[in-house]
């Protein structure tokens, strides 16, 4: 009993999926797909998913045309919230513009169709790479942007190579 008793319910998960490919449609369009190494499913003390060895996932356009991407090395998802964090090293990369955001952590508030982050960001496109202090956007990457943009470097690849 000893043994039995060491392991407490709420340190252990419901579920755990190893390899996870998630595939999420609506009327047969793709809209998402999310790759994990593990999920693991908790039910006590609050319900929420963890992806504790990061999570990749890829967001659709009409005729399956790819939007953006979003990959981070831990997440977790509260189900009674509606909402998802990603932490550590995370990376937006919007393929319609060729933006390619960087983050601490962002969180997905589903209800609210709303992405953002209150941490240092850093944009980069082509050439030009901005700094911030935070980032929002809806949740379909149509209008996303730096908050207190810090600044904006610029640079020619021919002219650093003189």
Known sequence: MEKVAFFDRKALPSQSVRQAHVVRSSDGDLQVLLDAPQIDV??????????????????????????????????VSYDSKDVMEARDSVVIVDHRTGDTVYLLSLVWDAAEHRLFSHDSVRSVNGQRVTYGDGFESDDNFESPQIIRQRGTIEWNEDETTQ
């Not at 045309?65 to 831990?74: F, G, H, I, Q, W």
Request: net charge positive; no cysteine; glycine share 6%.
């Open 42 to 75: 908790y039910q006590l003390p609050e319900a929420k998913t963890i992806y504790p060895q990061g999570v990749a996932m890829d967001f659709y356009g009409s005729h399956r045309s790819l939007n953006a991407s979003v990959s981070a090395r831990y997440a």
